[in-house]
């Protein structure tokens, strides 16, 4: 009778542990089971945030491309080119304070260089390949435009002449401190076919006016 009872109670506690084990080995199961739907979940909402971006972002690149469209030329124009003879215009801009009043040749300009000594000066005189310091203001024939003038900034310049352009080379030498001389600068002696983009054309013809303020000691 003993050993029945012992047999019983060693038959229930067999029967409890794989109980036990089996409801491990379920809650086990449940656990794997909820931890794959939730990253299932999180897959699926990254993925659905991915696209709904990727969508968004095909829009904006479709929109950019019909509104803005790729340009098809070089983004530096080429520059303006005056026809060859065309006739020099009066000054349509106002004189620096500072500058010396004069008057722009017009018609069709000279294929040559021309000075005009509009005040002779009686100081030093300045040779070829030497260095001046003057003050200027330059004119676009075509246009009777001004394009540069160091009144307008207020201080004479200093260069050495055998890095100007021929026409000031040219132009230049023979003048004295306080002299003031016009200088009609074909293209050819200036900037040439190519002008100097932004500020000269191509084949413009110059208009200077020059004024000597000093020869500096070489």
């Known amino acids: 009778m003993g050993t029945d009872k012992r047999e019983r109670q060693k038959a229930g506690k067999i029967a409890r542990a794989e109980a036990a084990r089996d409801?491990?080995?379920?809650?086990?199961?449940?656990?794997?089971?909820?931890?794959?739907?939730?990253?299932?979940?999180?897959?699926?909402?990254?993925?659905?945030?991915?696209l709904w971006q990727s969508g968004d972002d095909s829009e904006q690149v479709a929109t950019t491309s019909t509104t803005t469209p790729v340009p098809t030329t070089p983004s530096t124009a080429a520059p303006e080119v005056v026809a060859a003879?065309?006739?020099?215009?009066?000054?349509?801009?106002?004189?620096?304070?500072?500058?010396?009043?004069?008057?722009?040749?017009?018609?069709?300009?000279s294929a040559d260089l021309v000075l005009d000594d509009l005040v002779v000066g009686d100081g030093a005189e300045a040779?070829?390949?030497?260095?001046?310091?003057?003050?200027?203001?330059?004119?676009?024939?075509?246009?009777g435009k001004?394009?540069?003038s160091s009144y307008e900034r207020g201080q004479p310049a200093t260069f050495p002449l055998d890095g100007l352009i021929e026409g000031w080379q040219l132009?230049?030498?023979?003048?004295?401190?306080?002299?003031?001389?016009?200088?009609?600068?074909?293209?050819?002696?200036?900037?040439?076919?190519?002008?100097?983009?932004?500020s000269i054309a191509g084949n413009e013809t110059l208009?200077?006016?020059?004024?000597?303020?000093?020869?500096?000691a070489a």
């Open 127 to 143: 040779v070829a390949n030497g260095t001046v310091t003057i003050n200027y203001i330059g004119v676009s024939c075509s246009t």
């Open 146 to 148: 001004i394009f540069d």
């Open 85 to 109: 003879g065309t006739p020099c215009v009066a000054l349509d801009d106002t004189l620096p304070p500072g500058t010396p009043p004069f008057e722009i040749p017009l018609g069709p300009p």
């Open 207 to 216: 208009i200077f006016l020059v004024e000597l303020v000093d020869v500096p």
């Open 171 to 198: 132009g230049i030498p023979g003048m004295k401190v306080g002299g003031q001389r016009l200088l009609v600068i074909p293209p050819d002696l200036g900037y040439g076919p190519v002008g100097r983009p932004g």
């Open 23 to 50: 409801a491990q080995r379920k809650a086990a199961m449940r656990k794997r089971v909820t931890t794959f739907a939730v990253i299932a979940a999180v897959a699926a909402l990254l993925i659905g945030v991915y």
